[in-house]
């Protein structure tokens, strides 16, 4: 099983990760082309990047600034996700052993932590998902899923490196994890992570330069 | 197939109640399914596998604060009791589902974008339920009120039903009523070459025509050489946009930018309106295929700001009264016309006073985006859903507040009504003729 999950899973992770994002790129600028020109026809450069960068600095949006704890934690979770996986040490020792590559790593007390974050800042969103009206009104359990799917690498991983539980299994579920949060990013909502940059660039746009008023 | 959400408001309306009687499975799938997966695909595609569900961009919306931030009501529930129904069903919902999905379309969200700016992805809820209305309206389920000024639109190319023959009329009626301040002043009709065609919306001849004659004195008082055409394409408003008739929009549009052509005018001065602006600005154009308008036009805010900027305008009283002002969605987070109103503010008033949120943060009025054109069965639920918009205006303390769009306007009229606040709702125009100088060479 782990030789199955670390050798051709891992291929199969990466390129469905990759090529499906691809895909979804592609076939979402088809459809912008074939059926919603105006899209394209808006787009400003300078309006856009700008609406992006204040929706990707802490608190460089109002409705930030109106709920500061939820920003912080949403920074937090969003930040500590992407990064530690690519920073982690024992990840580098892996691209090293396969590939010759290697890049900075972070100290293992920070990747730690910052795994802890994300555990916690997970639990937070879990909790909010349910305890908020307007929140649990819109959730399905689809939602509960997706958190699942982007925490369950990081517990996984937490409980590994302490080797807490049985080790050998908790890494092979470790990784299988992470495999299942690569695939699901093109496939399911956590797509926003490709979208994110073309929606807030389009309504930047449309706002920035045509309609000139701010959208954060 | 879904279930219907309880009724908060008892409201009948003839236009849903007859409509649903025309629905087959048949006609309500293909009319979802031709903007599913055709009008559209490419938006919905991003904007429903994007939102993630978090509920962000609920306090931004007037309706939801204003019910007790009850969550259907949220820009994000809005859509859910829609569109993902809709999805999830592949089109094949019941008649009762698409009259709760008109009411919600219909009068539940005023289009006002402001939502937008609230969600972190930029999701355009307004648009999503926009796509809603068309569906609506595809399926011939519209309230009755604002199907009337749709066929009006259609038949008239005007709003209101007006008849040329009226419409001359007013204008002749209010050159007169200008007269009285300045003898000399007319209101010149169809004058080829101009530099300014002067266009209202259908409401304005119908029920508050002075605002005409205020426009003309500004015109003569600052000099200007202008016209307004006698024949169709006067009407600059579309309620069609809102109702869902997008060709009918694309034909009244077409008409009223060919009346400026045919006059040969350097570009459109419209009046304080909103949606007009909108339509003309950022929809109508769309739908013909201009990118932006194919004539300079010029919103009223503007026009008078440029006017005492040149000196073409004189202010030579202040109005003393606490005034405060209320920005319209379409042209504040529609054209960005926040600063120049407050020029002209500034320069007319002694103590102008901000409403909180303000300026693009600004409360809707829960008046535009069609929903007040669906009529007097509406009016409570519209009232009540924008108790936020009657503190807002009520923590300012003014006497005056100032709503420069027709929509806004009356949404305003009704809240200071129900609400019973101690304010007097006024265009800009009516408090711009009473502080500027009207020279003597004119009055003679
Ligand atoms: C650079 C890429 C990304 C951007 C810009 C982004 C942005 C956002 C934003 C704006 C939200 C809305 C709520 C909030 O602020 O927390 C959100 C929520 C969320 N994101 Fe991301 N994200 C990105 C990458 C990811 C990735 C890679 C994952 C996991 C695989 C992820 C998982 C989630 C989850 C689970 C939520 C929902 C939280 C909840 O339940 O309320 N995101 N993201
Ligand atoms: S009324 Fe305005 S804020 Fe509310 S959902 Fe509609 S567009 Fe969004
Ligand atoms: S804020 Fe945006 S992503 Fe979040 S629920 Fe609302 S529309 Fe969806």
């Known amino acids: ?216 | 197939m879904s279930n219907l959400l309880p009724q908060k408001w008892d409201i009948t309306d003839i236009g849903l109640e007859e409509g649903i009687k025309r629905l087959t499975p048949d006609k309500i799938r293909t009319s979802i399914k031709k903007v599913l997966e055709s009008e559209g695909v490419a938006r919905i595609n991003a904007y429903v596998n994007t939102c993630i569900h978090c509920g962000l961009c609920a306090v931004a919306c007037h309706v939801y604060l204003s019910n007790d931030c009850d969550p259907r009501f949220s820009p994000v529930g809005k859509v859910k009791n829609t569109l993902w129904e809709m999805i999830k069903h592949d089109g094949k919902v019941s008649p009762e589902f698409m009259k709760q999905a008109a009411e919600i379309s219909y009068t539940e969200c005023t289009l006002c974008k402001r939502c937008s700016m609230y969600c972190p992805f930029g999701i355009d809820m307004a648009y999503l339920i926009s796509l809603v209305r068309r569906m609506c309206h595809l399926c011939g389920l519209v309230p009755q009120y604002l199907q009337d000024t749709a066929n009006s639109h259609s038949v008239t190319m005007n709003q209101m039903w007006v008849k040329q023959d009226e419409w001359i009329d007013t204008l002749q009626w209010q050159e007169e009523e200008a007269q009285a301040e300045i003898p000399s002043l007319r209101i010149p009709l169809d004058k080829e070459g101009a530099d300014v065609m002067y266009s209202v919306i259908g409401p304005e001849p119908k029920f508050l025509a002075q605002l005409i004659n205020y426009a003309a004195i500004i015109f003569n008082v600052a000099g200007i050489d202008w016209t307004m055409p006698s024949f169709d394409g006067w009407d600059n408003s579309d309620m069609a946009m809102y109702s869902g008739d997008w060709e009918v929009m694309g034909r009244v549009k077409k008409a009223h930018f060919e009346a400026a052509m045919k006059l040969k005018v350097k570009k459109i001065v419209m009046g304080e309106c909103g949606h007009a602006f909108r339509s003309v600005y950022d929809v109508g154009n769309r739908w013909l295929g201009w990118k932006m308008h194919p004539i300079p036009i010029v919103h009223a805010i503007q026009f008078y700001a440029e006017l005492i900027r040149q000196g073409r305008l004189k202010i030579v009283r202040k109005i003393k009264e606490p005034v405060t002002f209320h920005d319209p969605c379409n042209i504040m987070r529609g054209r960005g016309l926040m600063d120049d109103a407050r020029y002209v503010l500034q320069q007319i008033c002694e103590d102008f006073r901000e409403m909180y949120p303000t300026r693009e943060h600004n409360y809707c009025c829960n008046a535009g985006g069609g929903v007040i054109n669906c009529g007097p069965p509406w009016k409570k639920k519209r009232v009540e859903s924008n108790k936020i918009k009657a503190e807002q205006m009520a923590a300012t303390g003014a006497k005056i507040v100032v709503t420069p769009c027709h929509n806004c306007h009356s949404g305003i009229e009704d809240i200071i009504h129900y609400y019973k606040l101690p304010m007097k709702n006024v265009f800009l125009i009516e408090l711009l003729v009473e502080c500027i100088e009207i020279p003597e060479e004119l009055k003679a």
Not at chain 1, 17 to 38: E, H, N, Q, V
């Open chain 1, 1 to 216: 099983m782990y030789d199955f999950v670390r050798g051709p899973l891992l291929w199969v992770a990466f390129i469905v990760f990759i090529g499906g994002s691809i895909l979804r790129l592609a076939y979402l600028a088809y459809l912008a082309k074939k059926k919603d020109y105006t899209v394209l026809t808006y787009a400003n450069f300078r309006a856009g990047f700008r609406s992006i960068l204040h929706w990707i600095v802490p608190f460089g949006a109002t409705n930030m600034r109106l709920r500061p704890v939820f920003t912080i934690v949403s920074f937090l979770f969003h930040i500590c996700l992407i990064l530690t996986p690519i920073f982690l040490l024992a990840h580098n020792v892996v691209w090293y052993q396969s590939w010759r590559i290697s890049w900075w790593t972070f100290p293992e007390w920070l990747s730690d932590v910052m795994t802890v974050i994300v555990i916690l800042a997970g639990i937070y969103l879990l909790v909010r998902r349910m305890v908020c009206k307007e929140v649990r009104y819109v959730t399905s359990a689809s939602d509960y899923v997706l958190l699942a799917i982007a925490v369950m690498p990081f517990l996984t991983g937490f409980l590994a490196y302490h080797q807490w539980l049985a080790y050998k299994a908790m890494l092979t579920l470790h990784i299988l994890s992470g495999e299942i949060m690569l695939m699901a990013i093109p496939f399911t909502r956590l797509d926003h992570m490709l979208f994110f940059w073309l929606t807030r660039f389009y309504m930047g746009s449309e706002f920035g330069a045509v309609r000139h008023a701010k959208d954060w």
